[in-house]
């Protein structure tokens, strides 16, 4: 019995360790990045210094083709890296490069992603004890199906926080714009709520840009 729980408790951790982790290795890795010249340091640095956010590393990931709009920070708390897709770099306003790496800033002072990563490995955790008979059915996926709803109202509240933050800092109004051009760029409708969207753990772009224009925290 203790070797099974032993082998849960490697899974769940290698699991968390994936979560975290993963997209560093994968962003930084897999991807097409540079380093950014002088010049492109310099104005990130100067965009950075109004927000929430202080990278460790930044690196310029290349792309190709239109609308590659792409900017956010991975890694763990204490070891943060600022990817900037060159397309953004490029063709967005000042502002809106300012919204965005102040939404990114918020997101990392409330561990948004910690969060997630904390989230999904439990419910993970619950399912492989299910299964590995630790827990019987009954009680398993009801443990699974609270934390999931638990997870996803939480998370939706930590994501307000985090644009809470960004919008203290440079402007709600400046955040809402940001998000409407990238969702522009891209060539899609920022998404509203509905009770489908009540099931995920970040609440709709849509939802968060009115949130921003209403003036709630």
């Not at 083709?65 to 063709?91: C, M, Q």
Request: glycine residues 10%; proline residues 3%; negative net charge.
């Amino acid at each position: 019995m203790f070797g099974s729980l032993g082998y849960v408790v490697f899974v769940a951790l290698a699991f968390l360790l994936a979560t975290t982790l993963g997209p560093l290795y994968v962003n930084v890795r897999l991807r097409r990045t540079r380093e950014p010249t002088d010049t492109e340091q310099s104005r990130l640095e100067h965009y950075c210094e109004t927000t929430s956010l202080s990278p460790d590393r930044t690196y310029v990931v290349e792309t190709v083709g239109e609308a590659s709009v792409d900017v956010k920070a991975v890694g763990i708390p204490g070891y943060r890296v600022l990817l900037v897709t060159d397309y953004a770099l490029e063709s967005l306003d000042d502002e809106v490069l300012i919204g965005l790496l102040a939404a990114e800033g918020g997101r990392t002072v409330t561990y948004y992603a910690e969060f997630r990563a904390v989230a999904v490995t439990v419910v993970i955790t619950l399912l492989v004890l299910t299964f590995a008979g630790f827990l019987s059915f009954d009680v398993g996926f009801l443990l699974i199906g609270v934390g999931a709803l638990v997870a996803f109202a939480a998370g939706r509240r930590i994501q307000y926080r985090a644009d809470a933050i960004a919008a203290r800092q440079v402007g709600a109004e400046l955040v809402a714009d940001a998000f409407q051009a990238v969702a522009d760029v891209r060539g899609v409708e920022p998404k509203t709520g509905s009770w489908r969207t009540l099931f995920e753990i970040q609440p709709p772009l849509g939802d968060r840009i009115a949130r921003l224009r209403g003036g709630q925290s």
